[in-house]
C-alpha cells in the first residue's frame, strides 16, 4: 500500500483507543502542546519543516472524543534524500559522520520496509504531547494503537529515531512492542551553571579545555574586531552571504533564497523577541554570525555563518558560536544551550556533553 493511501486510512479506531492520523497540526494543537516538549510545539514544527523527509502528520490517542496522547511523523513509500531523516537510509546506511555506525537493515531491500511510519518532529527529536504523556499506561495505550493502525493500513514499519532519556516512557512503551533499538549519536548540548565569562572557563571540565579556551578568548580580545548581540532583523542580506559561505565550505545544498525563507519563517514563528543574533565585524564587513532561538529557559542553535577568506575568520566563529553565548547566558535565565549533532569534538572542547539519542524500529507484518 502507498503512503497516499496509507493516508486515506486516517483515523482508524478500535475499541476504546481511537487513533487519528491527521495531516499536518489538528484544531488545538498548540493548547493540547503547550505544557509538553519544545519540538512538538507549533513554532518549532513550522519553521524548518523541510526537515521531515515526507509531509507532517498528527498521530493522536483519544479518549472518550479528547486528545490524551500525540505526536508528530510521516509516512513513506520512496527512499528519499534526507540522510539524516529518512528510515530506510538511517538504518541501512547508518547515520551519516558516525564511525562504524549500526545498521540494521544493512541486508534489506527498500521493499522489505516501506510503507514506513516514521515518528520524529523537524527538530530532530521524537516524544510524545498532551495530558497523558505522563501516564505509562496511556503512552503503552498510544504505541499499541499507532501498531493496529500501521498494520491494518498496510505499513511494513514503524521507526522511531531520536529518542533521547526525556522519552523514556516512550521508549519504554515501544521496547514492550517488540522495537529493536540503536544508537544514533548525540546532541550536543551546554549545561549554564556559571555566573560570569570566568565562572564559564572555571567550570571547564579539564585543565587542557580551561588553558585552550582562555587563550582564545585572550587572543580575540586583541583583535580589531566588534561583537554585537541583538534580536534578527526584517532584512538581513549579510547573513544570507555569510550563510551560502559556509554552505559552500561544507557542500549543504542551500541557495539564497531558501536562505531568505528560513529568516522570515523564523521572524514569522518566533518573532524577533524570541531570537539572539551573535555577529562580529572587522573593519565593517560582517565576518561571522550565530542566530539562536529561545524556549523559556533554553537557548537552541538555528544557523551561523562565516566569511572564510576574510581576517580573523576562525576566531570570529568560535566567538560568536560558542564564548559570546556563554557570557552572556546566565544574565539573560538562560539554563541551557542546544547545539544539537555534529561536530561533538569542537563542542566537547568548550564545555558540550552529549545527550543520548537512539532509534527504535520494528518491521511488520500485514493482516
Known sequence: ?????????????????PLTVTDGLPPGWAAFTAAG????????????PGRLPGPLRTFTLHRAGRPVVGTVG???DTVTARRFADPYRLLHDGPPGRPEPARPWAGLAPEDVLPSVLLMSPEYETAVAGPGAGDPAEVAAFVDALLRWATAAGARSVVVPYLTPASRLLADALAAQGFDTVPLGGCQVLSVDWKDPDGYVAGLPSRRQRKNVGRELRRFAELPVRIEVRTLGTDEPELVELMMAHARRYGTPQHEE?????FR???DCFGAE???????THEGTMT???LFLRDGETLVGSVAGTRYDAPYASESHFQVLFYEIAGRAPLLGVREVVYGMGDDVTKAQRGCEPVELRTAFRRLTAT
Do not use: H, N
Not at 516538549?37 to 524548518?48: Q, T
Open 258 to 262: 531558501g536562505a531568505r525563507q528560513l
Open 265 to 267: 519563517r523564523v521572524l
Open 74 to 76: 510521516t509516512v513513506l
Open 1 to 17: 500500500m502507498s503512503a497516499e493511501r496509507i493516508a486515506e486510512a486516517g483515523g482508524w479506531e478500535m475499541p476504546d483507543a
Open 37 to 48: 516538549p519544545r519540538c512538538l510545539k507549533p513554532e518549532w514544527l513550522a519553521y524548518e
Open 288 to 290: 561571522a554570525f550565530s
Open 274 to 280: 524570541r531570537t539572539l543574533l551573535a555577529t562580529a
